[in-house]
C-alpha cells in the first residue's frame, strides 16, 4: 500500500520500503549507502542538521558520524518515528518504524527522501525522479508479523552476498553483535521477547522461514529483483 493509502496510528509499527525507478540501483558506492544510513538515522525528528557532507566524511574516515552528543540527544528526545529494522539494497531498501507522533512516518520519508534524491542527482549529474512511485507501506498488526518481518529484512542480503550477518548496511549485526548507534536504533520492542539478546535473536532469525515463504508479504512480489 502507498503511504497515503492508510491510517497510521500513533504507538503502531510499519514495514517500510521502496525501489529505484525503473529497479535501477539507489546506492552506486559506499558514501551512498553511509549517506541514507545517515538520514534514516538522524531524521527521525525536526531537528535541523547542516553541512550532512561532513558527517558522512567522518565515517568514510573513522566509522563514526561525530555527530555532538547534546545533538543526538536532542533526536531521540523529539523523534516523532522510531527506527527499529533496516536494511539497504543496491536498488531498494526496507524499514520497520514506529509512528510516536502524528504523521511522523510521513514527515520522516518525505524529508529523507527528498534529501537523499537531492544527493544523488547532484552527485551523478542526472534530472528526474530516483524512487519509484511512493514508498509502500505494510501495517504490522501483531507480534509474530514483527519478528517475522525483522527476520525478512535482515536476510534479504542473502540475495546479493550469500551471507546476511556480517552485511554492513543491515541492522542485524546491531541485534547480534552490538549497536552502533546507540538509542538512534530502538531495539527494545525486539530485544525484550529474548531473553539472551544476541545469540536468542540471531538463532530465531536464522532458523526463521522468511525469505523462503512468502505468503505474508505478497505485496512485495517483483520488488526485489535485481
Not at 519478528?147 to 549485526?173: C, M, R
Request: aromatic share 14%; charged share 20%.
Amino acid at each position: 500500500m502507498r503511504g497515503s493509502d492508510i491510517e497510521i496510528g500513533v504507538g503502531e509499527y510499519y514495514h517500510l520500503y521502496s525501489r529505484g525507478v525503473l529497479k535501477q540501483k539507489i546506492f552506486l558506492d559506499r558514501c551512498d549507502y553511509i549517506r541514507f544510513l545517515f538520514l534514516i538515522l538522524h531524521f527521525q525528528s525536526p531537528v535541523n542538521l547542516f553541512n550532512l557532507s561532513r558527517p558522512t566524511t567522518s565515517f568514510v574516515k573513522s566509522q563514526t558520524f561525530n555527530i555532538a552528543d547534546d545533538t543526538v540527544q536532542q533526536i531521540i528526545k523529539q523523534r516523532t518515528v522510531g527506527l527499529n529494522v533496516f536494511c539497504l539494497m543496491p536498488n531498494h531498501f526496507h524499514l520497520i518504524v514506529q509512528e510516536v507522533e502524528t504523521s511522523g512516518i510521513a514527515k520522516f520519508m518525505q524529508r529523507t527522501l527528498t534529501a537523499y534524491a537531492k544527493y544523488f542527482n547532484t552527485k551523478y549529474k542526472r534530472t528526474g525522479h530516483l524512487f519509484e512511485s511512493a514508498y509502500q507501506i505494510v501495517p504490522i498488526t501483531d507480534n509474530d508479523q514483527l519478528l517475522y518481518v525483522s527476520a525478512y529484512v535482515h536476510k534479504n542480503p542473502v540475495e546479493i552476498t550469500g551471507d546476511y550477518q556480517n552485511y554492513q548496511w543491515s541492522s542485524f549485526q546491531d541485534y547480534t553483535v552490538e549497536n552502533r548507534w546507540d538509542k538512534l536504533l530502538d531495539q527494545e520492542i525486539i530485544n525484550e521477547q529474548f531473553t539472551d539478546n544476541e545469540n536468542e535473536y540471531a538463532t530465531w532469525v536464522k532458523n526463521t522461514t522468511a525469505k523462503e515463504l512468502n505468503d505474508n508479504l505478497e505485496d512485495l512480489a517483483g520488488l526485489l529483483a535485481c
